[in-house]
């Protein structure tokens, strides 16, 4: 059975159409990536199936619930790292997951174990009582997996989770998101601007531009099928979408992720 | 891998007898009210500051503007009270109300950055983030009421020290600081930045703060004044201070009606706010 489905999944802003048509299907345990420039209509997709934006038409379920009719229980079923910094830079590590804790209801005679067993997997115990604003990009990305993992969501959601990180961070980051997969048998739906993130991390990636998906399948098939097994992805990009793949996006889009980057530390 | 502890609860919530499902559901809602509440008396502890700063703002009201005005006694009280009591209690609002509507930068800031995504993709309903948000302002409206009460002493005013009438106080600043905080989230998930908060929260706070009885009485104003200052909740939240707060102090519109008004507002504020909370992560 699928965990994750999509019918048709559109958004339209205005004139705008930001998601056109979206149908995807992912199997429970997966890394599924969605790979695309910025302004490509990711995050709006992950915004949809985390039930923070109503779809324009279309339906999506997670977990085997509808995103509109039931997002009470799809939020139960899910965890989220979103693209922005969603830790609390006052707070220290532990406070942040323990509020967290609280909120998602986690059993009061587990809540200490639950953050010790998060802590200890992204490899943050030491960390623990420093204020978070005193952490690096890195660290505090490492963080929000943590409190992303707290309730052990069955589908786990990961919006750009290496922008703005140096390639050492980056590499914990893939090593972790890994873990959860594998260990943890969490299926994982993260979106990536960087080919070479999708190529390391993904079984299978949808290639979104425009707010459709062009392409989508294992990047070894898709390498394949452009009659080029040794090709990397960026070339199946341009094969699919007719253009090379750059980091477009608006004046706003860029000065948020810069922002963000530059608040990481 | 499905998570056991969430399939238990929301088995057992599914099989619970309703009134038993119903009282889980409240249970998790006060518990993820609270859980917000907490998150902010850590930051408080962790910087308390602004807290400190905040206390200023009144300590100049009372110290200054209060004994000016007492000399002067250019405003009629409506009673035999000291013109000094009768502003202690509407200072002590006015710092609530102060704290309260500018609550809404803070919630503009968690979502310039991505905790708001982050509560909204929680299993909390929307209202008991409000709430918990709402209860939150009243934390930090509590530390105001010390401040006043602390400076209210050293100028001699008239303080009643009765328990009951103490909690009562504090009943009416988390009332105060609920309501204003909600109005305050409100603005914020309708204007969404910063630059264009600041000047409605400055807007807004001059109205509501010199169209009440918070510095002069009710009757002493023009007949359509008169009417703002019944609609506005500030003027029930001073009315109730002004009777619990100071010896011989007494309510115009009694304490029932007082605290009536001041819960109908916070919870018609927070249905509304739950209501624009998710357009913030939009």
Redesign the interface.
């Given at each position: 059975m699928n965990i994750l489905e999509t019918q048709a999944l559109t958004r339209r802003y205005g004139d705008l159409t930001a998601v056109d048509g979206v149908n995807l299907s992912v199997a429970a345990g997966e890394i599924f990536g969605l790979l695309g420039p910025n302004g490509a209509g990711k995050t709006t997709v992950i915004?949809m199936l985390?039930?923070?934006?109503p779809p324009t038409s279309g339906r999506a379920t997670v977990a085997g619930f509808d995103v509109q009719r039931q997002p009470?229980?799809v939020?139960?079923?899910?965890g989220?790292v979103?693209?922005?910094?969603?830790?609390?830079g006052?707070?220290t590590g532990y406070?942040n997951l323990l509020?967290?804790a609280?909120?998602?209801?986690?059993?009061r005679s587990?809540r200490e174990s639950r953050i010790a067993a998060a802590l200890e997997f992204v490899g943050l115990e030491d960390a623990a009582e420093r204020?978070v604003r005193g952490y690096s990009g890195g660290m505090m990305r490492r963080l929000e997996i943590a409190?992303a993992m707290l309730?052990?969501?069955?589908v786990l959601f990961l919006d750009e989770p290496t922008v703005g990180l140096d390639p050492l961070a980056r590499q914990t980051v893939w090593q972790h998101v890994k873990s959860l997969a594998g260990e943890?048998?969490?299926t994982v739906f993260l979106t990536t601007h960087f080919m070479e993130e999708a190529d390391h991390l993904c079984g299978r990636v949808a290639i979104m531009n425009l707010g459709r998906v062009s392409a989508l399948g294992r990047p070894q098939d898709l390498k394949a099928s452009i009659g080029k097994p040794e090709a990397t992805l960026d070339e199946v990009f341009a094969h699919f979408t007719g253009h090379e793949l750059e980091s477009g996006g608006d004046f706003r889009e860029i000065s948020r992720t810069r922002?963000?980057i530059a608040?990481r530390g | 891998m499905k998570s056991p502890e969430l399939d238990a609860l929301s088995r057992a919530a599914d099989e619970a007898p309703p009134a038993l499902r119903q009282q889980n559901r409240a249970a998790a809602f006060l518990r993820q009210c609270l859980a917000l509440t907490e998150m902010e008396m850590r930051k408080l502890r962790h910087d308390p500051t602004e807290l400190a700063t905040r206390a200023l703002q009144p300590m100049l009201w009372l110290a200054v503007f209060g004994e000016v005005f007492s000399r002067v006694r250019a405003i009629p009280t409506g009673s035999s009270m000291r013109y000094l009591d009768f502003l202690a209690p509407g200072v002590l609002a006015q710092s609530v109300l102060f704290i309260g509507i500018f609550y809404g930068i803070a919630v503009i800031w968690e979502r310039d950055l991505g905790i708001v995504h982050k509560l909204l993709v929680s299993p909390a309903p929307r209202v008991a983030l409000v709430f918990g948000k709402a209860l939150s302002g009243g934390v930090r409206g509590l530390s105001q009421g010390v401040a006043v009460y602390a400076l209210a002493w050293l100028l001699g005013v008239a303080i009643n020290w009765r328990a009951g009438m103490l909690a009562g106080v504090a009943l009416a600043i988390l009332l105060g600081a609920a309501t204003f905080s909600t109005l305050s989230l409100i603005i914020a998930c309708i204007v969404r930045t910063r630059e264009r908060f600041m000047g409605i929260g400055q807007v807004l706070t001059m109205p509501l703060f010199f169209a009440s009885n918070a510095i002069y009485p009710i009757a002493i104003m023009p007949g359509w004044l008169k009417v703002i200052a019944w609609l506005n909740p500030l003027t029930y939240e001073v009315d109730a201070m002004r009777a619990m707060m100071i010896r011989g102090g007494k309510t115009i519109f009694g304490l029932g009606m007082d605290f009536a008004i001041l819960a109908l507002s916070v919870l018609v504020l927070a249905g509304l706010a739950g209501k624009l909370y998710p357009n913030l992560a939009k």
């Open positions: 915004k985390t039930t923070l934006l009470a229980r939020r139960e079923a899910i989220y979103p693209q922005l910094v969603s830790v609390d006052t707070l406070e509020i967290f609280k909120l998602y209801g986690v059993p587990e204020m409190l309730h052990r969501p069955q943890f048998q969490m922002r963000s608040r | -």
